[in-house]
Each structure stands twice: as C-alpha cells, then as structure tokens.
C-alpha cells in the first residue's frame, strides 16, 4: 500500500468504521465493529451461561466491539447445534443470563442472542433431527417435518426472543444461515417439499417471513431483529445466488433491522467458504454490493475480514453497513478498540501444519474458553490435542443434556455421536 493510500485508510478507518449507525427501529450501534455469531460451546451442558462464557462476552465489550452475537441459542433443546448451546425457556438460570447481559453490555456495547433451530444438523447424541424433508445423504439421516411441526416454529423462536427482550438483551439474530434449519427450508437440496413451504423460492422463503412477523409481534417495533442469511450454500443444486438475491428481496418488506450477510454449510461435501474468493479477502463482499441495491435494510457481512483496510473499504464503499468478525476478534478481543485508533494493527493467524478434520476450528472454540477464563496466554494446545478436549468436553455435556431435559418416547436420544466437525459459524 502507497504512503498516500494508507494515510486515507488511516482517515476512513476514524470517519468509517467509528460511525454509529441507527437501524430502522430507532436503536443505534455505536461502530461497525461486531463480534460475529460462533458456537462458543461454553454453556455448562444445561443450557445455561458458565462464567467463562459471561467473562468472554464482557471482553468483547471491554474491546470496544459494537455488538457481540452468542451463537447459538435454542428456544427447543430437542434440536441444539451443540450441548454448549445455551437455551431460553422456563428452565433457565435467569440470574446467569442476567449477569451474562449486565456484563456484555459495558461501554455501550449491545449483546444479541442468535436464535437457533439445527434442524437436520441437531447434534445426534442429544437429538434426532428434523428437517423440511427426510434426508439420508453422505452419512446424514433426519426425519422429515410435518405441516404442524413447521406451523409450531414461528411462536417458539417469537416466545424465545420475548424472554431475550425480557432478560435485558438489546436485540435478537434469527439464523436462517450455514446450513441450520432456515436455511434447510431455503435450499432447494434440502427442501423437496411439495406443500405451500416448497419448490419456488418465495414458498422456501415463507417460514423465514412468518417466523420474522411472529418475532415482530412479540417484541413490539422498537426492538432491532437481525436475520442471517446465506449468499450461497457452496453445494452443487442448493441455494444460488439469484435465490439469495430474491431473499433479501423478500426479507426487505419485513420488519428486519439488519441483515448478515453470509455462506457455506455445514453439510457434507460442502466447500469451505473461503473457496471463490480470488483475493483471500472477504468472501461475500460481491453479493453483499448486488444485495445492497435491492434493499434499505443495513447490511453486515461476515466471513473472511482479516485486516483493518478490508473493513474499512467494505464499509466506505456502501457494499455493506456492519462488518462482522470471528476468528479475528477471538485472537484479539480488543480488535475493535485497536482498528478505531489512530495506529490500527492487524491479529496474526496461526499457521499449523497438517491440522487434522475439524482441528483447526476445536483450536480456536478452546481458545475461547483460554479467554474466558483468563488465561490465553498460557494457551498452548495444539489442534490435535484442541480436538481431543473439546470432544471430551462435549461428550460430558451431553450426559448433563439429557438428564436435565427430558421428553416423550417419541424424541428418545439416539447413543451414536454425530462424528462431525464442531461449527464456528
């Protein structure tokens, strides 16, 4: 970069990304910094908060980030992403919850909790999984749902976002992204139905439009939803582009305050998100700029931002409003702070060699606990050995899963574990 380019980036970085900006319900994040939606896997296996987790929020919020999503959060513990999910409903620690609220929303920052359903990717220990359509490809099986099952969906994830705004959180996420079950129903891969909620597009689209109104009804109009959506599922006949495109559409004549913008699955067979990406810069920025044109709702863009001049074009350019950062904020929980000063700075990735499958992602999911309690510095796993801990982890988790949460024959818990990879979102 030119002394003279990166004297302009220094500029924008102050007048771009230190800008507050108000979403259409009237709330204002005070930067266009956040912590993106991963699965933190540190609630204690009961679906609530540990002090880990409370602690690891209150960083991100000491770290200058605007808004920190918690991914993912289950109103329906029948179908988690992970036993580390934490859960909304009566059976709740509403003082953890609180406390976790009260302390990730220091120095004005606001903290949302991500709502989530994982459809046919509910982690199989602990579940057995349904989707829009019965599925058994490449080693994945879930049960098809039926028309009340998807009539019950809109009232539990509006009953969850009400005892989100009950409990003092400044908005909710609706995931309809990676491959969990709003995107299931929007993938014409997963969603083979014949009925009013499959084939075109604005009948893949309609649970996410009723779940949106319902949510809207139970938290009243000043409230901001946020919704995740994917630009592509990055699978030969699953979502495209001009699929995705027509979603945005559709979500603009909602009530949403925010769109995430995002890719990939979690599926089989699934190419990494950072694939199509010529330049190892953000992966969706081409889609969000095209989405931009077709909506006024505030776009964020997660996925691939690694330094501070990616940021600060993403967002002076107008392609997006928000830009959303994972791995990033988890080797620096003061990234924030550090690219809206006057010096910036960019975190330095790791590079391991030969990491085996899901290493890489366990290495960065056990960071965060190293966060949260204090000690990164004294981190020192390997992937391999990440992997091991967090599958022992999970593994302890599950027990405490089923004997907390208990139901009808119908739903007994299947003893196999799901052998895959842990998500970071």
């Not at 513990?77 to 919850?97: S, T």
């Not at 330049?279 to 964020?300: C, H, I, N, Q, S």
């Not at 791995?327 to 990735?349: K, N």
């Amino acid at each position: 970069m030119s002394e003279r380019n990166l004297e302009c980036e220094t500029a924008n970085s102050h007048t771009v990304l230190r800008s507050r900006l108000e979403l259409p319900c009237g709330a204002v994040l005070k930067n266009r910094l956040a912590k993106s939606a991963m699965s933190d896997s540190l609630g204690n296996g009961e679906g609530d908060p540990t002090t880990a987790q409370i602690r690891l929020y209150e960083r991100w919020a000491e770290g200058g980030a605007a808004l920190s999503i918690i991914g993912e959060v289950q109103g329906d513990p029948r179908y988690p992403e992970k036993p580390g999910n934490l859960v909304f409903g009566p059976h709740a620690d509403q003082r953890a919850i609180q406390s976790l609220v009260s302390r990730a929303t220091i120095e004005g920052a606001q903290i949302w909790p991500q709502l989530g359903h994982a459809g046919a990717l509910s982690h199989l220990p602990i579940s057995r999984p349904k989707g829009p359509s019965a599925l058994d490809v490449h080693g994945l099986q879930c049960a098809g749902m039926s028309h009340r099952d998807i009539q019950e969906l809109p009232t539990m994830y509006a009953r969850t976002a009400a005892y989100a705004k009950n409990a003092g959180f400044g908005g909710v996420h609706v995931h309809a992204g990676h491959g969990f079950l709003l995107s299931q129903f929007l993938s014409p891969l997963f969603n083979r139905r014949n009925d009013g909620y499959g084939g075109s597009i604005e009948a893949r689209c309609r649970i996410v439009l009723e779940v949106i109104e319902e949510v809207r009804r139970a938290v009243g109009p000043s409230f901001p939803i946020g919704i995740k959506i994917n630009s592509t599922d990055k699978l030969e006949g699953g979502l495209t582009e001009a699929d995705a495109l027509e979603v945005v559409r559709l979500v603009d004549q909602t009530s949403v305050d925010l769109i995430d913008i995002s890719g990939g699955t979690y599926f089989p067979g699934a190419k990494a998100s950072s694939e199509g990406s010529s330049d190892g810069g953000p992966y969706f920025l081409e889609f969000a700029g095209r989405a931009k044109r077709v909506t006024d709702v505030p776009l964020m863009l997660t996925g691939g931002f690694v330094r501070r001049e990616q940021a600060v074009a993403a967002v002076d350019s107008g392609a997006v409003d928000m830009v959303s950062l994972a791995r990033a904020m988890v080797l620096d929980t003061r990234l924030a702070t550090v690219w809206l000063t006057e010096e910036g700075g960019d975190p330095e990735f790791p590079i391991f060699q030969s990491p085996p499958r899901g290493g890489v992602t366990a290495w960065y999911t056990m960071r965060l606990t190293a966060l949260g309690e204090d000690r990164e510095n004294t981190f020192t796993l390997e992937p391999r050995c990440a992997l091991r801990a967090y599958e022992e982890r999970d593994a302890q988790r599950c027990t405490r899963w089923r004997e907390k949460f208990s139901y009808p024959a119908e739903s007994n818990w299947p003893s196999r574990p799901s052998g895959r990879a842990p998500p970071s979102r």
